[in-house]
Structures are given as C-alpha cells and as structure tokens.
C-alpha cells in the first residue's frame, strides 16, 4: 500500500505485522469523515458526484497498483477543510491474499457496502470497489443505505437478490447509479467513463452518455441486469442483465464453519440455489430475478452457438419465431455470431463448474424457449472473459432483441436483454434493456 502515493489517498508510512493484529502507521488527517457530514443532511447531486470523483481518483491509483480497497464507505472517507475527499483506511486491502471476506473468524468490512460477486468469493476485480462507490452516493443523495437490514445475514441476502430501490432525490446521478448498482461487475462502466458520466453531473451540463436512460419510475438499480462477460449473439450492448453468480449449494461446508458469519454467509447461498426462484444470477443488475429462459442441453464443448432462429436477420414481423424450432441439429459456432445482436437470458461464472452451467441451461425451457444456446465468452472480446452466457440468436438489432423479450414475459432488465457480439473489446457498451412502460433504453443500433 506505501506503493500508493496520490494527493486523495491517505499517506501509508508503515505497516507493522507483529504480534495477533497488523498495526498500520498513516497520515494524520484532521477534520470530519464523511460520515460526520451526512450526518447534518444528505448532499446535492453535484456535491456528491464531487466526492465521488476525488474518490474515484484514489481508487484508479489503487487499482493501477493492484491494489483493491474493498472497504469503500463514508466512514472511510476524510474530508479536508478545503471539502476535498481523501479514501482512508486501507486495513482490509492490507489482508488481500488471505481471505476475500472472513479474517480471523470475522466478517472483513461492511455488509451494505459489498458487492455481489464478493459475497460470493469473487473479489479479484476492480469494478468491486465501484459497487461500493456506487453504494456510497446513492447514501450520499438518497440518506438512506438501500440494502442495510436488521441483521448480517438479511443484509447479505439483500445484496445478493433483492432489488435497490429507484433514487428519487438523486436527479442527474439517478443513472450513474443505476449503471453502477448492476449485479453483473462486467455490465458495470470502467473507471475512465464512470469519471467522465461523473464530471457531467458536477458540472450540471446535460449527460451525453445514454448508457442507461434513468428516470424516477425506472426500475431500481438492481433491476439493471448487465449481461455478464458472456452475451447472447448478435449485436447486444455492454450492459447486460445482473448477473447474480452461481448459487451453489454450500450448506453442508458451512456445517463444518466454526464461524456464525461465514455460515451465515453458506446459508444465504444455499437459500439462492432453490430452484424456485429463478436467479439471473448471471444477469448482472443491481437487483430483479434471473431470466427464466431456458436453453438447450449444453453441447459437449459446452459453446453452442445461436439458436436456430439465425444469426443476423432481424424477426421484425414475428420475433417469436426465434424459438418455434426445437433444439435438435448442431448449433452454428459461436463464431458464426460475430457481428449479430443476441438476446441475453443469464450468465454463470465458467469457475462455477459444468453442473452450474448445465442447470441454467435447463431454465430456459421452463419458459417454453426450446432453442436457447449457450457460449464461452472467452471466445469474443466484446463480452467479459470467464462466463457461460446463454442466450438466443437470429436479431438484426438490440430492439429487435427486446420485442422478443417482451413476447416471452421476459420485459426486465433481470430477465432478457439485447447484446452485440464481436471482437472488439469496445462493443461492451453496445446493450439494450426493456424500458418502462415499453420502448427500450441503452444502445440498441450498432453505430
């Protein structure tokens, strides 16, 4: 951490691991947290997208280092006399390489403010620590903390499936945090462009960026599955539907946890794992359940392609026909999708093994879609490596790929979204979700 030096992080001079706890000599730094300054009122759109770009900067310079904070909340937060932000406390990065959540029988750092795929044991990725910026400014303008509950395990619980709830106060920032608050890390904006959607906020010019279009009734957060690194063929945006990773079963293993939080923590998973509540634990998205689309019995090298529907024509006249054919015949191979817009149903972690990646594509067919199909996301750069994305095929444009949606009762951003597939890593960006009350929102034409 002394690798760090940045005007809005706190100075680390020395790091003493003697003795039963590791002892951290840093900065004095005189004034209030932020914390103290919430505590007189909640903040201005433009006062919190401030704050949140000095914090921002810290974290960029972190992250350059490799370094993860991982403990983002305002008690971690000093403000100067001056109003500038400084990102303190670097205790829990400081454990990096032990335990991602547990140290010493004891949950590492502050349940509200954890993102989904920590939870889970994921917590190798940077956008992580913007979840938890995220959380912050939505604290900040809202004065509330939208996923805190009575208890530990109601609050991991909530961070896990339940849906945040729409900002009413947040005005501008309302879709910085919407595009933030999404399960699937992958769907969430990097660094460079959550510092530019911010700088139009504080500046008070109207957002150019029509990431996601947010309004007052838009769903919460939560409801913004970003499809994961997998997504569907055809063109689909860089948003895709939350991604609420694989829910498997570990209530035996937490029998033999000594500790109540981490059992706590297997309990919470083992509830996920019921199949009666489909999780689009592979949709990304803040909140809303997992698409219900089922797909086809994985092919053996597990990267089926689109389904039968075709790989880049546009169903104008009847987008139902994407799924009239059954699954029978060999997929087309992924690579046949470059170029082609897909609908995206669910993601999975490919490290979750073949028997979570089975199970989802089984789902698909609860809903009566027969020609679902899955991929490995690893083989086009416009989705994030390390996912099963399941999805199907046969849209000429992430609108096209909606409509579809909406005919299968599939009209959340949780539930189906529309994802461009190609080689180019800057096609992420190129998703389109549901919007309330029809229409779309996000990038739904490939430019």
Avoid at 56 to 72: E, F, N, P, T, W
Avoid at 73 to 78: A, D, G, I, L, Y
Avoid at 338 to 366: F, H, I, M, Y
Avoid at 392 to 403: I, L, P, R
Wanted: overall charge negative; hydrophobic content about 35%.
């Amino acid at each position: 951490m002394a690798r760090i030096s940045h005007p809005r992080v706190v100075t680390i001079h020395h790091i003493v691991d003697d003795g039963p706890h590791p002892w951290i000599v840093m900065e004095l730094l005189p004034g209030d947290t932020l914390q103290d300054r919430l505590a007189r009122g909640a903040l201005t759109p433009v006062e919190a997208a401030g704050i949140g770009r000095q914090v921002l900067s810290a974290l960029r310079a972190a992250h350059a280092v490799g370094i993860q904070h991982r403990d983002v909340k305002p008690s971690n937060v000093m403000l100067r006399a001056d109003g500038g932000a400084v990102l303190t406390d670097f205790g829990i990065a400081a454990l990096q390489g032990s335990t991602s959540l547990t140290a010493t029988g004891e949950l590492v750092g502050s349940p509200e403010y954890f993102a989904p795929e920590r939870i889970r044991g994921h917590d190798d990725d940077p956008a992580s620590d913007l979840w938890s910026l995220g959380v912050m400014l939505y604290v900040c303008v809202e004065g509330v903390s939208p996923l805190r509950r009575a208890t530990t395990l109601a609050t991991l619980a909530a961070v896990l499936d339940e849906s945040v709830p729409p900002p009413v106060r947040s005005g501008p920032l309302a879709s910085v945090l919407n595009a933030l608050l999404v399960r699937d890390p992958a769907a969430r904006p990097d660094a460079a462009r959550l510092d530019l959607m911010l700088a139009q906020v504080e500046s008070g010019t109207t957002p150019e960026w029509a990431w996601v279009t947010v309004t007052e009734d838009t769903p919460p957060a939560s409801p913004h599955p970003a499809p994961p690194p997998g997504s569907a063929p055809a063109t689909a945006r860089s948003g895709a539907p939350e991604r609420r990773g694989g829910r498997a079963p570990v209530v035996a293993a937490a029998v033999a946890v000594a500790v109540a939080l981490v059992a706590a923590t297997a309990l919470v998973f083992a509830l996920r794992d019921d199949p009666g509540t489909p999780s689009a634990g592979n949709t990304g998205g803040t909140g809303g359940s997992s698409p219900t689309k089922s797909a086809p019995s994985p092919s053996p090298d597990g990267k089926s392609a689109s389904p039968t529907a075709g790989t880049g024509s546009a169903p104008d006249a009847d987008p139902t026909d994407a799924d009239t054919d059954d699954d029978s015949g060999d997929a087309p191979s992924s690579r046949d999708l470059t170029g082609n817009w897909v609908a995206q149903l669910a993601s999975t972690e490919k490290s979750a093994g073949s028997a979570a990646r089975d199970k989802q594509a089984n789902a698909p067919r609860g809903k009566g879609i027969t020609n679902a199909r899955y991929l490995d996301s690893d083989d086009h750069a416009s989705l994030k490596p390390g996912y099963w994305m399941f999805y199907v095929s046969g849209f000429g444009s992430g609108s096209h790929a909606v409509d579809w949606c909406r005919t299968r009762g599939l009209d959340s951003n949780s539930a189906c979204v529309g994802r461009y597939i190609s080689d180019e890593a800057a096609d992420r960006r190129y998703l389109c979700s549901p919007a309330p009350g029809g229409g779309t929102k996000g990038r739904c034409t490939r430019d």
